[in-house]
């Protein structure tokens, strides 16, 4: 944490000072909806220093430094009776003790529950200076009660209430971790969706090494909760605001769906707003935020769709958005009611590019060796790194020489990431697929094979013609072919399983891939 000045905090002392009385003699025939008490209310303020907060708080989260602004008035807002009310008392000091005006709330019933909502505090020009976050939100662990539906206590005419409320100083750039999500939106028509990820991975004691992120979980196994944030952005990508679940770590598990906002111009035509979702993720050695989905929301109807138009799935219909990493559970329909809505295929923790060294053949272990001499970025820790590897022509029709050249990186489980070729990709999906479902199969089933037999098996399930020194190895590719009635070209490996990684040079020589343990 980033040391701080000191940070705000106010008490606020309830002090009802007695009820008016309604006349001299009762009215029989009045409406009892027309008789109320009127209730003055006033709150004390007491600055005191950082050592008094309540908490630590998240370790991903600084606190705004304290300026030199005096306080002027009050923004206070409260909800009576299911009524939104909104006060703005002027702000005074008296003998070192700061205190709003007194100012009057009308009570329709004598015993009533007071919400506090809002409390914030101004300069004389107008200068939002602190203010006590909202309950959920990133800042709200650093108060004892934060405003909110949970802020409540009764209240009954003449009954002398002290409550206390605790605000943080406030820097514009730190709004949506007091949970002012409104602030990026220019109007408080806000509408809310729901977030929550799953991943799964078989190197989660490496997560737990994650000081900033997974290492804060009480647990670590296989299948994590994710850490992820979505950004929101206005139709022309502009950006308005990212939200995020890492505060959620302060209890050491996240159990709860992360709440996205967006605006809703009722009065306006609808909208469409982009919210691009981001997990975190190793990447090399260290951990980042990796881009993986983007969704479009319409801000009158709340309907949800991909770029391409298609309906976002809500499996659960219970109105969250989930969504996995990985093959962490069998589902026994497609629209299995568990099943996650957005599913993402296993996480492969790859450089963008490689120096490589490619020799024929790789002794009687594969069709190339290859050489990794280097990789962009440059850092350890990929589930690719510099090492020796076996590899496999994924083209028997395209040449290339043997020799040192960079080369693209892929994730074969990924091809819209895939460059293309002409109007192509690289590669078919659903052929890649099929070559990782039968390499999965045979280390599954521990059958021994020659390297040439799987090569010449890779290039018949792309559909191409055997080269003539591999012509004698037909007849066993075949033998590996029909070990299944056929190969699925949806195939996802499970957590232990193998991948192809694609090695693209360019579209003119040859596509290569190795085999990698996800």
């Not at 702000?91 to 409390?119: A, C």
């Not at 492969?348 to 053949?361: D, F, H, V, W």
């Not at 999906?429 to 199969?441: C, D, E, R, T």
């Amino acid at each position: 944490m980033k040391s701080f000045k000191i940070i705000g905090f106010f008490i606020l002392t309830a002090a009802f000072l007695g009820a008016i009385l309604v006349g001299c003699e009762k009215d029989e025939n009045s409406p009892k909806n027309e008789q109320f008490i009127e209730q003055e209310i006033q709150f004390g303020i007491t600055p005191i220093i950082s050592d008094n907060l309540k908490s630590d708080g998240p370790d991903e989260y600084d606190l705004p430094e304290c300026s030199d602004a005096v306080p002027d008035h009050a923004s206070i807002t409260v909800v009576i009776d299911g009524e939104e009310h909104t006060f703005t008392p002027d702000v005074f000091e008296i003998d070192g003790q700061w205190y709003t005006e007194v100012f009057k709330v009308k009570i329709p019933e004598e015993v009533l529950t007071v919400t506090v909502t809002e409390f914030i505090i101004y300069d004389y020009e107008d200068n939002l200076i602190q203010a006590t976050p909202t309950a959920g939100s990133p800042y709200a662990t650093f108060v004892e009660q934060p405003v909110g539906a949970e802020f409540t206590f009764p209240v009954g005419g003449i009954d002398k209430i002290e409550k206390s409320i605790e605000v943080l100083c406030y820097n514009e750039k730190y709004y949506a971790d007091f949970g002012f999500y409104w602030f990026a939106f220019d109007f408080k028509e806000v509408e809310e969706l729901n977030f929550f990820g799953d991943l799964c991975t078989k190197y989660f004691e490496d997560y737990a090494a994650d000081d900033g992120g997974y290492g804060q979980l009480d647990d670590h196994h296989f299948d994590l909760p994710a850490i992820f944030k979505v950004e929101v952005y206005d139709a022309s990508d502009n950006w308005l605001i990212s939200f995020d679940n890492l505060y959620m770590l302060d209890d050491g598990t996240i159990d709860e769906p992360l709440a996205v906002y967006y605006p809703n111009d009722l009065d306006g035509e609808a909208d469409t707003y982009i919210l691009k979702l981001h997990i975190r993720l190793k990447v090399g050695n260290t951990f980042d935020w990796v881009y993986y989905q983007t969704l479009h929301v319409n801000d009158h109807t709340g309907e949800l769709t991909f770029p391409n138009g298609d309906d976002v799935p809500d499996y659960g219909d219970d109105g969250i958005i989930d969504f996995v990493i990985g093959e962490c559970a069998y589902y026994e329909t497609d629209d299995d009611p568990m099943r996650p809505d957005l599913e993402f295929a296993p996480y492969m923790n790859l450089p963008n590019k490689a120096n490589i060294t490619i020799s024929y053949p790789y002794t009687d272990m594969a069709y190339w060796k290859i050489i990794v001499n280097s990789v962009d970025p440059s850092m350890s820790g990929y589930d690719f790194g510099t090492g020796t590897y076996k590899g496999w022509c994924a083209d028997a029709g395209t040449s290339i020489t043997t020799g040192t050249r960079t080369y693209e990186i892929y994730s074969s489980l990924y091809p819209s990431l895939w460059p293309q070729c002409g109007d192509s990709p690289v590669i078919a999906a659903a052929v890649i697929n099929q070559i990782n479902h039968l390499y999965n199969f045979l280390q599954d089933k521990n059958i021994e094979y020659s390297w040439e037999a799987f090569q010449v098996a890779v290039w018949k399930i792309r559909g191409q013609v055997i080269p003539d020194d591999f012509s004698d190895d037909e007849d066993d590719a075949d033998e590996l072919i029909a070990l299944r009635s056929s190969w699925d070209e949806e195939y996802m490996p499970l957590p232990g399983g193998y991948a192809a990684v694609l090695l693209h040079n360019s579209c003119n020589m040859q596509l290569i891939f190795v085999q990698i343990d996800p």
